[in-house]
């Protein structure tokens, strides 16, 4: 009898033992997924560009474990990233030797992008790092303010070449804009 009452207690023992080392069931896994997914969600709908937005934070693996200040400093690199296709595609249509009536704008957006790509932005991403929000808003703002400046340097030149790089610059402000404005509410 004592012998089984010893055997039952090992067996227990290992159950426990195996129990406590065993990984835990997937179950348990997607709940903490499914609020990562929320907070990009809740995030985005607060910005005015919720698809442009979502498809930007979820386009870098890190936003999964993100928290709102990190969202901000991927939307902060996704602007800049949007600024340098832009001003690669300003300075790719410069090179194809164009006319001279469309030549001066592009020009002068490429004199505009270079110090954003170069300086604004970066300092921009360095002060969200640092937790500067005022700073890290006037250097987006500076990126939006040069691509709308860069669009309507085109009129009464047959339009603009580069409407879609410049749009995607100013909403993608917007959006980072409107995250940091979250940062600024809750902290
Ligand atoms: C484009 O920029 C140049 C340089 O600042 C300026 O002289 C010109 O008036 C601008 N043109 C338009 C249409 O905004």
Do not use: W
């Not at 603009?160 to 610059?169: A, Q, R």
């Amino acid at each position: 009898m004592k012998a089984l009452v010893r055997s039952l207690l090992l067996a227990l023992l290992l159950l426990a033992l195996l129990l406590a080392t065993s990984p835990p069931p997937a179950q348990s896994f997607e709940f903490p997924a499914q609020n990562i997914a929320d907070l990009i969600e809740q995030t985005c709908r607060l910005t005015p560009f919720y698809d442009l937005c979502l498809s930007s934070l979820r386009s870098d693996p890190q936003s999964g474990a993100a928290d709102v200040r990190g969202l901000a400093r991927i939307m902060a690199g996704s602007v800049l990233a949007g600024a340098s296709r832009t001003l690669d595609s300003i300075q790719e249509l410069l090179s194809r030797a164009p006319d001279p009536e469309s030549e001066q704008p592009l020009a002068y957006c490429a004199e505009l992008y270079i110090p954003v790509v170069k300086y604004s932005l970066p300092q921009a991403i360095d002060a969200l790092d640092k937790g500067q929000l005022g700073f890290a808003e006037y250097g987006l703002s500076d990126a939006g303010k040069e691509a709308e400046e860069c669009e309507k340097n085109f009129s009464g030149h047959g339009g603009s070449p580069v409407t879609e790089g410049n749009e995607l610059v100013r909403d993608l402000v917007g959006v980072a804009l409107a995250i940091i404005k979250i940062l600024q509410k809750t902290f």
